[in-house]
């Protein structure tokens, strides 16, 4: 998996969180579980398109937090990404939920293979989210981070793919 290095693009969700949202369900009437094939399509997409609009807030936010700290952009201006790229993923994400949603319908024991794709798709989601937390931290964050795990004996070049800075031995 290759880190996307331009600062000033703002990551889209994928097919990495694709799997999660078609097993993501939210219960809207209250019937705990009592589905029938309608209602259980419905729920499915819903909860999909809840599992997108959430990555996508959080990936578009860090990313956009960055842009405002190097005064790039204004807190007005970021708002207005998070909410356009929020809005275009749950679109994506309300037709991936749908269609994943009326293949475990008539395939339901696809969930369990659907699931462990899910684990691999969330750790790639993970590392996206930690580089876009990364990207927003200023030189003096980076710089104490990199002081904590040098004490603690962790390397976070390694962790980081070399884009974190190497920590100077006094």
């Not at 003096?140 to 390694?158: K, M």
Request: charged share 20%; aromatic share 8%.
């Amino acid at each position: 998996m290759s880190r996307e290095r331009d600062p000033y693009r703002i990551p889209r969700a994928g097919w990495e969180i694709a799997p999660m949202a078609g097993l993501a369900s939210i219960d809207l009437n209250g019937n705990r579980g009592t589905l029938t094939g309608g209602e259980f399509v419905g729920e499915s997409t819903v909860g999909g398109m809840l599992v997108f609009a959430i990555y996508q807030a959080l990936l578009t936010g860090l990313r956009t937090e960055a842009m405002r700290k190097r005064g790039e952009i204004d807190r007005r201006t970021q708002v207005q990404a998070i909410v356009a790229s929020v809005w275009e993923t749950t679109k994506q994400g309300a037709a991936v939920s749908a269609v994943f949603s009326v293949v475990l319908l008539v395939f339901p024991w696809l969930g369990f293979p659907l699931s462990l794709i899910g684990v691999v798709g969330l750790g790639k989601a993970s590392i996206d989210l930690a580089y876009a937390f990364w990207d927003g931290l200023s030189e003096e964050q980076r710089s104490d981070l990199h002081s904590a795990a040098f004490d603690a004996g962790v390397n976070l070049n390694h962790l980081l793919g070399g884009v974190a800075l190497s920590r100077q031995s006094a």
